[in-house]
């Protein structure tokens, strides 16, 4: 069954109509101005709309115009007998259709039934895009990451609460969001709290709703995060700063699955998954005073430790040229490619800051650098502080030793201003020896 709006000036037409349409099945609102179809298109949301060209008032193609800017459903327009130019214009500005006048009704039934199809596989086409974004996309070929794959796929179906750890950055969220995504729950909401960032005072409210006049603020009766993912995955991110007392009250959610709103008596019941994370050691925190043991063997049921990017081998090469694909089409740029040289220096990195320092480094490379290819000397990684960055162990012994060789060489030329004589000197080998080493980490010398 879909809901149809009709505009015509002709209550002939309106009611053969909407008789034929009662018949298959659909609901119908029938208007007989465009002033009046556009009010209630405002009003109520429909899956159809049929209008007439011809009509008093403000004109048939103007109603097109607004409803289209709108983003109202497909609109079938109905115009005179031969009046092809008008259909053509119609179509132009994104009518799905024309019906002739005088009206076939199989002509009628056919275009309804094709727009109506065509608007449900429009839908289709958005949910699935909805269901796995570019956001839910796990990079990775490496043994951690496969075994992590294999651990989000075995828990994701179980209805289990799930304790995501793992560093600053390193996927998280992502691993949160395809436990929800391939799980019984998928077409139900994802809804996620961030429990460091929303101030004590209003968690409460945020996670469990209120009533109006609950406190000063409080215009309104509002839903909580609890109860908006009923049916759903509820994901407490940065859980391990949440304070004591909405500790206590979450746990006693997770005890009975139910809950009160703020200010309110009545008991409310739902059904929601709870996966949490946290880039802190719980069990430390416990130790502390700050984390509460109880609340923490609750969450704790599925543990997934999201391993760091220093420990994934060749992925962090994986991901960076994943970035440099995505910018590219993002900004329609050509897309960026890494020398042999670059690759080596990124998978030499400590990357404290995991998949979103990457991210964040291969971004800043793909928007400023006017080359084609990125060289290892155009990458700065770490803080100045750190001459060498420390070296991941991703390397073989070969690589580690050349890779540390040519960074601190890099370091010492850069502290003696480029002067090969002493930065030869300094490092105690022949001056045609740096030569040499030079020439084969292809550092070319710029002297100021
Ligand atoms: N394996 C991966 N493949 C593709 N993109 C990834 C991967 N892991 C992380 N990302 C991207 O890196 C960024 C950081 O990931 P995410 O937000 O999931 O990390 P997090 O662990 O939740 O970080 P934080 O601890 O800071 O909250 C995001 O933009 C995410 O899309
Ligand atoms: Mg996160």
Redesign the pocket.
Known sequence: MAKILIIDDEPGIRTTLADILHDEGHRTTLCESGEEGLAQYAREEVDLIILDLWLPGIDGMAVLERLRAAGAPPVIVVSGHGNVDTAVRATRLGAYDFLEKPLSLERVLLTVNHALADRRLREQVRDLRRHLTL?E????ESDV?KKLDQQVRSAAPSNSRVLIT??????????ARNLHRLSHRAEQPFIDVNCAAIPEELIESELFGHRKGAFTGAIDERKGKFELADGGTLFL??IGDMSLKTQAKVLRVLQEQTFQKVGGQQTITVDVRVIA?T?KDLEAEIGGGSFRSDLYYRLNVIPIE?PPLRTRGNDIVL?AE?FLRRFAAESGAPRKKLSAGAATKLRAYHWPG???EL?NVIERLAILLPGETIEAEDIQLGTRAEAVAPIAANLTLKEARDEFEKQYILARLKELAGNVSRTADALGVERSNLYRKLHAYGIRVERP
Not at 137 to 140: A, C, E, F, R, S
Not at 166 to 175: A, H, L, P, R
Request: charged share 30%; glycine share 14%; no cysteine.
């Open positions: 956001e996309l796990l990079i990775g990451m793992g560093e600053n950055g390193s996927g998280k969220e992502i691993v991110d940065e994370a880039n999201v991901l994943y995991n998949v979103r991210r």
